[in-house]
């Protein structure tokens, strides 16, 4: 069974600097990957996915994340963050279901403060 | 953003009595899952649907119920509410050909 690790509960970065965000993923075979943002009261909102190809992966809001299959990581980065960055961060990995479409295992989540 | 709407937003209930929760896309999207959030644990699959009528249970599918009878509409039912069930849920949607889903707003659900 697929299984996701953010080892990290909550992150503090200050305004300006860069930001990694950690996330190891277990599956036997090649995994669909993906980053959620959720913000206080809302739902989640994908900022990007890896299925393939270029393992460097471009998404919204200036966020890249980089699939590193020898270490099973996918971490999420931002070279700048901006104080509307500041919300949680939900990594998961995909898997194909009986009939068609596709489970998502979530980690546990990163919580992310951007301080002033 | 996709459209997809829950109903209702928030709702409080008592142990023991029935409850139906409403998803609804106007996206065409095949495939429609029903989620719950609960702190420390992510997001975990409750049941999905990957057709008019055609659905399958997910990791956490106890106490619950899902029905759909048209493409737009997922409903998902907790037959005699218990404690354990007060969460946040989420509706997700994807279609055939892509594998990301996108979620709706969430619906939270207080069992008293």
């Known amino acids: 069974a697929q299984s996701v690790t953010q080892p990290d509960i909550h992150i503090t970065v200050s305004e300006g600097a860069s930001l990694e965000l950690r996330c190891n993923y277990s599956?036997?075979?090649?995994?669909?990957l993906f980053w959620y943002v959720q913000s206080p009261g809302q739902g989640l909102q994908l900022l990007l996915k890896?299925?393939?190809?270029?393992?460097l992966v471009q998404g919204i809001k200036g966020f890249e994340a980089e699939f590193k299959r020898s270490q099973s990581s996918f971490n999420l980065r931002k070279p700048s963050v901006h104080w509307s960055d500041a919300a949680e961060y939900f990594c998961?990995?995909?898997?194909?279901?009986?009939?068609?479409?596709?489970?998502?295992?979530f980690g546990t989540g990163t919580q992310l403060k951007v301080e002033l | 953003d996709a459209g997809i709407t829950q109903s209702p937003r928030h709702k409080v209930t008592e142990t023991g009595t029935p409850v139906t929760l409403r998803c609804h896309q106007t996206?065409?999207?095949?495939?429609m899952y029903w989620y719950r959030q609960d702190p420390g644990h992510g997001l975990r699959l409750i049941h999905y649907?990957?057709?008019?009528?055609?659905?399958d249970k997910g990791e956490v599918s106890d106490g619950y119920s899902v029905s759909r009878s048209k493409t737009e509409d997922f409903l998902l039912t907790l037959e005699s509410a218990t404690s354990s069930q007060t969460s946040v849920y989420f509706c997700?949607?994807?279609?055939?050909?892509?594998?990301?889903?996108?979620f709706g707003p969430g619906t939270r659900l207080t069992v008293t």
């Open positions: 649907s990957y057709g008019v009528k055609d659905t």
């Open positions: 890896y299925f393939s190809g270029d393992t």
């Open positions: 997700a949607i994807s279609e055939s050909t892509s594998y990301e889903q996108y």
């Open positions: 998961a990995v995909g898997a194909l279901l009986t009939g068609g479409g596709n489970k998502l295992t």
């Open positions: 996206e065409n999207h095949r495939y």
């Open positions: 599956y036997g075979a090649t995994p669909y």
